[in-house]
């Protein structure tokens, strides 16, 4: 017994000839948290595709609490689907400023653009 005691000890404590230490050589999972990028939050909210169900979800669970006669989680999960509800307006209001944003743009495009061939055809006729 006092063997098999020693030799596990040994073993699990780094006397494993299989276990190969880093010897200066480059970890494979290095990872480079130089770059923001995975940590910024793309949309507000984490469940923003999901938000119409949580909706649903969350007021079919109001009315089962009422109908139980819980006031206070009946609220509690009212307070939840409105949450989400100003979500999808947030989101709703995103789209329509970005869609004004890239008719305002293509619209001053054209107008460059307009210019530009009136310019050409100066040009081209003196």
């Known amino acids: 017994m006092v063997t098999f005691r ?17 010897n200066g050589e480059p970890h494979k ?7 923001n990028i995975n940590f910024q939050r793309k949309t507000p909210g ?4 999901n ?7 969350y007021n079919d669970l109001a009315r089962e609490a009422l109908a139980n006669g819980d006031k206070i989680l009946s609220e509690n999960y009212f307070q939840h689907a409105d949450h989400f509800i100003r979500i999808i307006e947030e989101q709703e209001k995103n789209k329509l400023s970005k869609n004004l944003e ?3 743009k293509n619209e001053l495009n054209k107008n460059n653009l307009d210019k530009d061939q009136d ?8």
């Open 6 to 22: 020693n030799n596990r000890r040994g073993r699990f404590r780094g006397g494993d000839r299989n276990f190969k230490r880093n």
């Open 29 to 35: 999972f290095k990872s480079d948290f130089t770059t």
């Open 46 to 49: 984490r469940n923003n595709h």
């Open 51 to 57: 938000a119409s169900k949580l909706i649903t979800k």
């Open 102 to 104: 890239n008719s305002e």
């Open 119 to 126: 310019k050409a055809k100066q040009v081209i006729n003196n």
